[in-house]
């Protein structure tokens, strides 16, 4: 199976905040180099804002991080990305995951729930090699490799990175995200990393995931120690920036999706300052 090819580095944010930028605004950041677009945010399944981010530009590529599985029944999205590769062939990468058990009322037997969800792609048509799963833990990241074309970690570290690659071999895609704030002021670095992500202390998945790389309960109890943001918030000059994101590729990351905590009026200049260091221009 050919892991996806969307570059080195790809800019991640919110599937409402993408709609706020213009189309020069999503042509720029492909000229910087940057080789997909990420959505997160549990989008509805009709994924209809993607048509609208790759009709701009020619070769970026739309992923989403992630469709959750239990907002989006699995029927529609296939119909969905079957609309957009119709009309944008090779350009749109499926993600899914299973989002969190505490904002689910529903959440039963996730692994199994996933597992079921993506039988309905299989069914439905969706290639194997053009959809990715959300994983945080051993299961998942070996189901990730087993069912798609690899895995999509969200909030962890380098050695999240060095471990998943272990589980999933060295023939699946592996794109983890990690966060930005371009200051080199560390404390309002962290109060801007700590905004971000204090729903995430209070999420199951995510303190596991934590606690399995060594974080204690201190750590990951709000509003979060200074270790732990700096580990999953890449902040400081910007070449110190550059330098903590690319140990994810050294630790073998296929691809690394980029979300600078900022809006989206400063997004495109926050990724033309990072676009140098990260060699992509």
């Known amino acids: 199976m050919t892991k996806p090819n969307l570059g080195t580095y790809g800019a991640f944010g919110h599937h409402a905040m993408w709609q706020q930028l213009s189309p020069q605004q999503l ?166 990393g700590r905004k971000a992500l204090d729903i995430y202390l209070n999420l199951t998945n995510y303190l596991n995931s934590w606690k399995r790389l060594g974080f204690t309960d201190e750590d990951v109890a709000r509003p979060g120690s200074d270790r732990l943001v700096d580990a999953v918030v890449a902040h400081g000059a910007v070449e110190a920036v550059a330098s903590r994101l690319k140990e994810h590729l050294d630790a073998g990351a296929d691809h690394v999706p980029v979300q600078v905590l900022t809006g989206p009026d400063k997004l495109v200049g926050a990724l033309t300052e990072l676009a140098g260091p990260l060699g992509l221009r």
Not at 29 to 47: D, K, R
Not at 67 to 89: L, Q
Not at 137 to 153: D, F, K, N, T, Y
């Open 27 to 192: 042509r720029e950041i492909e000229n910087l180099g940057y080789g997909a677009i990420w959505a997160g945010g549990s989008p509805a399944a009709e994924l209809s804002w993607v048509e609208p981010l790759l009709e701009p530009t020619t070769e970026v590529k739309v992923a989403t991080g992630i469709v959750n599985i239990w907002t989006a029944e699995p029927g529609p999205v296939a119909e969905s990305f079957h609309r957009i590769e119709k009309a944008y062939p090779g350009r749109f990468l499926l993600g899914i995951g299973v989002g969190h058990p505490e904002a689910h009322t529903t959440y039963k037997k996730p692994y199994q729930a996933l597992s079921d969800y993506l039988d309905k792609l299989d069914e439905y048509g969706v290639p194997k090699d053009r959809r990715v799963v959300a994983a945080l833990g051993p299961r998942v990241l070996r189901l990730s490799a087993e069912r798609s074309a690899g895995a999509h970690p969200y909030l962890t570290t380098p050695e999240h990175t060095a471990r998943a690659r272990e589980l999933i071999g060295p023939e699946a895609f592996l794109a983890p995200e990690h966060k930005v704030v371009l200051t080199t002021d560390a404390e309002k670095a962290r109060a801007v």
